[in-house]
C-alpha cells in the first residue's frame, strides 16, 4: 500500500521521508482552507528532501468552490508548469462545472500542461485529480472520464464525508477502474482505519498527519494561533499499518 502524507513545509517532507512514506502532496493553509498551492520555493526545496515517489504538488488559487472562471484557470495552468519546474513529480489538479460534473475542457488543459512541462524538463509527471471528484453526481461517469483523459489517479473518500464512512464506494470504484487508475483514499483516514481500507481493495492512501503546536505571534502574526507540523507518530503509525 503507498503511503502519500500532506505536508506544509520542509520540515513535514523529512518527517515523511523519515518515517518510510512513500510521497507527499505539498499544500499551504491545509486546516484553514482544504489546502491552497504552495511557492516556488518552497516546492523546490522539498523536491530536494529526496521522497522515494516524490512531491506531488496541490494546484488550487482559493478555497471554497471548485468551479472556476476563466482568469483562475489561467493561474492554475502557469502554477502547474512552475510546479513541475520547480521538481515537483506530479501536480494535483481539478474542476468542476456549474451542474457538479467534471470541467472536462479544463481537466484536459491541466493533464496536457502537466504533460508538456514533464516533456520540457525531461520528467514524467503523474497527474492527480483532487476531492472535487467527491462533489461529482456521477462518479463512475467521471472515472471514465479521468480514464480516458489519462489521469494518473484519483483522490477520494469515495464522496462521504470520510474514508471510512466510504468504503462501500471505494471498494466499487477500484473494481470499476480494474487497474486503469490509482483510486487513492483521503479523506479522515487514520492509521486505525487502515486495516479496513486495505481490505476494500485500496492500494493507496492520503492523510495529513498533522498536529497543531504553540506559537507565539508576532506584529501582524494574528496573536498565538497555533501552528500546524506534520506529526511524526501518525506517519510512523501509518506507515506500519500500511505496510
Known amino acids: 500500500m503507498t503511503v502519500e502524507i500532506a505536508v506544509q513545509d520542509i520540515d513535514g517532507a523529512r518527517v515523511a521521508l523519515d518515517e518510510g512514506a512513500d510521497r507527499i502532496e505539498l499544500c499551504v493553509a491545509l486546516g484553514a482552507t482544504g489546502g491552497l498551492t504552495p511557492s516556488f520555493a518552497l516546492i523546490q526545496a522539498c523536491a530536494h528532501v529526496g521522497l522515494p515517489h516524490g512531491v506531488q504538488v496541490l494546484v488550487r488559487p482559493r478555497a471554497g468552490s471548485f468551479v472556476f472562471d476563466e482568469s483562475e484557470k489561467v493561474v492554475q495552468l502557469g502554477d502547474v508548469r512552475s510546479a513541475i519546474l520547480a521538481g515537483a513529480s506530479?501536480?494535483?489538479?481539478?474542476?468542476?462545472?456549474?451542474?457538479?460534473?467534471?470541467?472536462?475542457p479544463f481537466a484536459t488543459d491541466l493533464i496536457e500542461c502537466a504533460?508538456?512541462?514533464?516533456?520540457?524538463?525531461?520528467?514524467?509527471?503523474?497527474?492527480t485529480f483532487h476531492r472535487a471528484?467527491?462533489?461529482v453526481p456521477d462518479q463512475f461517469a467521471a472515472l471514465d472520464t479521468l480514464i480516458e483523459l489519462g489521469y494518473t489517479r484519483v483522490l477520494t473518500s469515495g464522496g462521504a464525508p470520510t474514508v471510512p464512512q466510504g468504503l462501500d464506494r471505494l471498494r466499487d470504484l477500484v473494481r470499476h477502474a480494474s487497474g486503469?487508475?490509482?483510486i487513492q483514499a483521503?479523506?479522515?483516514?487514520?492509521?486505525?482505519?487502515?486495516?479496513?481500507?486495505r481490505a476494500a481493495g485500496v492500494n493507496a492512501i492520503h492523510l495529513s498527519a498533522k498536529?497543531?503546536?504553540?506559537?507565539?505571534?508576532g506584529p501582524g502574526g494574528g496573536g498565538a494561533a497555533p501552528l500546524e507540523r506534520t506529526d511524526r507518530?501518525?506517519?510512523r503509525a501509518a506507515v506500519q499499518a500500511a505496510r
Open 90 to 104: 506530479g501536480v494535483v489538479v481539478g474542476g468542476l462545472r456549474e451542474d457538479g460534473t467534471i470541467d472536462v
Open 186 to 197: 483521503g479523506g479522515g483516514v487514520t492509521p486505525e482505519s487502515i486495516g479496513a481500507i
Open 133 to 135: 471528484f467527491d462533489m
Open 115 to 127: 504533460r508538456d512541462e514533464g516533456r520540457r524538463c525531461n520528467r514524467n509527471v503523474q497527474v
Open 233 to 235: 507518530q501518525i506517519v
Open 180 to 182: 486503469r487508475i490509482e
Open 211 to 217: 498536529t497543531l503546536v504553540p506559537a507565539s505571534g
